[in-house]
Nanobody, 119 residues
Framework: QVQVAESGGGLVQAGGSLRLSCAAT????????MAWFRQPAGKERELVGS????????YYADSVKGRFTISRDIRKNMLYLQMNTLTPDDTSFYYC????????????WGQGTQVTVSS
């Protein structure tokens, strides 16, 4: 069974950058898409960006367009989120998730990694 684990979170000053990594263990052959979500304290979870696994099509939330970049390494089963020009509003727990082909939505989730942006 596929599992994911995030890493790379931390504390950064506003204007700085961080790169999050997501390692998928197990087969990703049945993956439809992978994505990064975030959930700030006391707020709803939101989709940051996603990538279709077969063809690489990407989606970004308006709030991160031009600042965040999703990439992947299929051979290593890795997903990345390069975050630039960070602001305090980006402070959140960030989660990696998989939308399997057999599912209706993202159904494999990691434990998350905290990103804190200081002003």
């Amino acid at each position: 069974q596929v599992q994911v684990a995030e890493s790379g979170g931390g504390l950064v000053q506003a204007g700085g950058s961080l790169r999050l990594s997501c390692a998928a263990t197990g087969s990703t052959v049945r993956t439809y898409a992978m994505a990064w979500f975030r959930q700030p304290a006391g707020k709803e979870r939101e989709l940051v960006g996603s990538i279709r696994w077969p063809n690489g099509d990407k989606y970004y939330a308006d709030s991160v367009k031009g600042r965040f970049t999703i990439s992947r390494d299929i051979r290593k089963n890795m997903l990345y989120l390069q975050m630039n020009t960070l602001t305090p509003d980006d402070t959140s727990f960030y989660y990696c998730a998989i939308h399997r082909i057999i599912s209706q939505s993202y159904d494999v989730w990691g434990q998350g990694t905290q990103v804190t942006v200081s002003s």
